[in-house]
Structure formats: C-alpha cells, structure tokens
T-cell receptor
Framework: EPEVTQTPSHQVTQMGQEVILRCVPISNHLYFYWYRQILGQKVEFLVSFYNNEISEKSEIFDDQFSVERPDGSNFTLKIRSTKLEDSAMYFC?????????????FGPGTRLTVL | GEDVEQSLFLSVREGDSSVINCTYTDSSSTYLYWYKQEPGAGLQLLTYIFSNMDMKQDQRLTVLLNKKDKHLSLRIADTQTGDSAIYFCAERDGGSQGNLIFGKGTKLSVKP
C-alpha cells in the first residue's frame, strides 16, 4: 500500500540553525500538508500546498518557514532560524487523487529537537 | 474559531467495548476522521465518515455521527491490548483546502 515517508526520523539542531525536513507524498496525490505536534499538545495545521504553490497557511507559518516541491516527488519544509519553541513532531500529509475518497494520509513524522 | 474536543483518557478491560467521544464546532465540515497514534509513531488513518451519514461500520470499528449535536463517536468492539494508543478525532475545515482540525486525543489504555 502506498505511504507517505519522511526523513529524517529525528533531527537535533542548535538554536538559530536552518533545518530542512523532507517528505515524499503518495505519488499521484495532489494536495500536500505540513502539521506539527508539540509534545502533549494538539496536532496543528501549518500549511497546505497545491499546484506548486501555498494554498493556505496558519498563523504559526511565519516568515521563518517555507515549503518547496523541488521535483516531482519531494516536499520539503524549511525552518530558516530555529527557535527552542520549534521543537515538535512535524508531520507531512498528502491527499487526493481523482476518484479517491477525500482522506489525508500522514507520514511517520520527524521529531525536531532544538537545543 | 473551529474547535474539536475529546476526553483525554479512557481505560477499559480487554474484550470490552471502548467508546471514544468527540464534539466539534464547524457545522460545514464535510468529512470527519479518526486517527490512531501509537507511542513514537505517526498518525494512522483508522476510518472516516462523510457528513451525510449517521453511521459507518468497518470490522470492529463503528463510527456514529450526530450532526445536530455535532457529536462523533468511535466504538471499538472486543478491545485488545494492541488497541492501546491515542485516538484523534479530526474534522475537515469546511472553509479550507482540506486542512484538518484535530482534537487533543484520547489515550486508550486496555488492561488484560
């Protein structure tokens, strides 16, 4: 069964450093998402991406964040200058190919630890 | 804004039924979902229900939707120790590009 994959599974970085989290969505899906889950809290929406551009973003997704689909398979989340409060689990998700039920499939997540 | 609420904990004995409840606020939600998260793992889609349905059954899982009260429940029949996990209710944000709004999750503990 197709699945969303994410790398790395765990990333440790120093405050102020840039990180890139990588995702490979399910091929032929058209919508892509990033969510984050701070330890013990809700899963929160960050950004959605469709047709090679951001379609929606939350208040959390400020100028420090950017997303890119550099080729036909990868979908990346970049945090330019990490802060302690960026420590969280980051989930990538994808959904929908024509004819499919409208459900989002999540990757296993990348645990980001900012020291 | 839209919100999804769930009770935080549920403890049952193996073999019993578990019922996890959820309330949501966005009446324009078209789809509602249940996801399962095992320790250290990602979000596994368990089941979903379209807003024009009252009930959906999938093997041991039964989803009930009361759209008038904006109440969603997940019943797990014959609960097993392997069902121990956190269960997230989520609604599709009606005004968005399919973004999901999650509850805080219900931690289900199954005792042998």
């Amino acid at each position: 069964e197709p699945e969303v994959t994410q790398t790395p599974s765990h990333q440790v970085t120093q405050m102020g450093q840039e990180v890139i989290l990588r995702c490979v969505p399910i091929s032929n899906h058209l919508y892509f998402y990033w969510y984050r889950q701070i330890l013990g809290q809700k899963v929160e929406f960050l950004v959605s991406f469709y047709n090679n551009e951001i379609s929606e973003k939350s208040e959390i997704f400020d100028d420090q964040f950017s997303v890119e689909r550099p080729d036909g398979s990868n979908f990346t989340l970049k945090i330019r200058s990490t802060k302690l409060e960026d420590s969280a689990m980051y989930f990538c998700a994808s959904r929908w190919a024509p004819g499919e039920a409208d459900t989002q499939y999540f990757g296993p997540g990348t645990r980001l630890t900012v020291l | 804004g839209e919100d999804v609420e769930q009770s935080l904990f549920l403890s049952v004995r193996e073999g019993d039924s578990s019922v996890i409840n959820c309330t949501y606020t966005d009446s324009s939600s078209t789809y509602l979902y249940w996801y399962k998260q095992e320790p250290g793992a990602g979000l596994q889609l368990l089941t979903y229900i379209f807003s024009n349905m009252d009930m959906k059954q999938d093997q041991r899982l039964t989803v009930l939707l009361n759209k008038k009260d904006k109440h969603l429940s997940l019943r797990i029949a014959d609960t097993q120790t392997g069902d121990s996990a956190i269960y997230f209710c989520a609604e599709r944000d009606g005004g968005s590009q399919g973004n999901l709004i999650f509850g805080k999750g219900t931690k289900l503990s199954v005792k042998p």
